[in-house]
Nanobody, 123 residues
């Protein structure tokens, strides 16, 4: 499956952004989807994950309560709504397709990765 992420850009602290990730190629499921991010000089880290049916989600502690992951299987798209953005959220955000229908939280649980979209939050 090919993944195309978009929606990143420069924002001020406290503002919101919504990232989208469209899947093409193979069927959109049944597999879980996730978002990861990589800040300059840091390792890639898990941000949020959702299972195939969309009723189970998991979040990194640093974004819980501010970010919401969702998916629309009719559109082969997964979203990441990011509210109350902070400068420390600055990173390249990657979407990923899981190896199973369950929600994953670690990189080895995902088999396909998008190219990333840059989010820059200024104070």
């Amino acid at each position: 499956v090919q993944l195309q992420a978009c929606g990143g850009g420069p924002v001020q602290a406290g503002e919101s952004l919504r990232l989208s990730c469209a899947a093409s190629g193979r069927a959109f499921g049944p597999y879980g989807m996730g978002w990861f991010r990589q800040a300059p000089g840091k390792e890639r880290e898990f941000v949020a994950g959702v299972n195939w049916s969309g009723d189970i989600t998991k979040y990194a502690f640093s974004v819980k309560g501010r970010f919401t992951i969702s998916r629309d299987n009719t559109k082969n798209t997964v979203y990441l709504q990011m509210n109350s953005l902070k400068p420390e959220d600055t990173a390249i955000y990657y979407c990923a397709a899981g190896r199973s229908f369950e929600v994953g939280t670690t990189a080895p649980q995902f088999r396909s990765w998008g190219q990333g979209t840059l989010v820059t939050v200024s104070s």
